[in-house]
């Protein structure tokens, strides 16, 4: 069972930054699909980036380009996010994902291709 658990959430105002980490606990597959989401009340989840672990480059969503940077230390089985120029519309609960395996570019920002998640950390951007 691939356990999650994000830290680093907190409160800025706009413009700041922070720096969101994930560890993951599991180690019975050799790479994974790691992604992260989030989710603004009355909204859905939507992906922000995604990596795989077996290398190549990282992918982000239009919205988060130039902004954010997806990262990993596979020795410390840990991904980030580093977040730069936070905007108010970036406030959301931050959510970690793995899925065994190579990311596929059609779903690899799409909540039902990953099956573990954190429990979320929240991000507040104040304007």
């Known amino acids: 069972q691939v356990q999650l658990v994000e830290s680093g959430g907190g409160s800025v105002q706009a413009g700041g930054s922070l720096r969101l980490s994930c560890a993951r606990s599991?180690?019975?597959?050799?790479?994974?699909?790691m992604a992260w989401f989030r989710q603004a009340p009355g909204k859905q989840r939507e992906g922000v980036a995604a990596?795989?672990?077996?290398?190549?480059?990282?992918y982000y969503a239009d919205s988060v380009k130039g902004r954010f940077t997806i990262s990993q230390d596979n020795a410390e089985n840990t991904l980030y996010l580093q977040m730069n120029s936070l905007k108010p519309e970036d406030t959301a609960m931050y959510y970690c994902?793995?899925?065994?395996?190579?990311?596929?570019?059609?779903?690899?920002?799409?909540?039902?291709?990953?099956?573990?998640w954190g429990q979320g950390t929240q991000v507040t951007v104040s304007s």
């Open positions: 990596i795989y672990t077996g290398g190549g480059s990282p």
């Open positions: 994902a793995a899925e065994a395996g190579v990311c596929y570019l059609r779903t690899m920002l799409r909540p039902a291709a990953f099956g573990y």
């Open positions: 599991e180690y019975t597959y050799s790479s994974y699909c």
